[in-house]
Nanobody
């Protein structure tokens, strides 16, 4: 069974930085597009950015220039470097990935989320 586990969420001051990680574990053939989403209380889940196997990234306007997504396929890991954090970045952050299973069927998975709180 494939699992995505996020880590790194914390309480941080405005203007600070935080680095989140997402590790994919289990039995699978390969990982395709990986993405980060977030959900603030009372709001819908919001797309933050994604990274392709090639390393190509794209970001939501709200985080472009402040957040950076990277991946290490040797470690089945995706990272989210968050700089210049603002109170409105406070949310639960979720990892999402397209994973090809051992039969080469592509399935989409979500992690359980990690809390990021930006304090002013």
């Amino acid at each position: 069974q494939v699992q995505l586990v996020e880590s790194g969420g914390d309480l941080v001051q405005v203007g600070g930085s935080l680095r989140l990680s997402c590790v994919v574990s289990g039995s699978f053939r390969s990982i395709g597009i990986m993405a980060w989403y977030r959900q603030a209380p009372g709001s819908q889940r919001e797309f933050i950015g994604r990274i392709e196997r090639s390393g190509t990234t794209n970001y939501a306007d709200s985080v472009r220039g402040r957040f950076t997504i990277s991946r290490d396929d040797a470690k089945n890991t995706m990272n989210l470097q968050m700089d210049s954090l603002k109170p409105e970045d406070t949310a639960v952050y979720y990892c999402n990935a397209d994973v090809s299973n051992l039969r080469s069927n592509l399935q989409n998975y979500w992690g359980q989320g990690t809390q990021v709180t930006v304090s002013s």
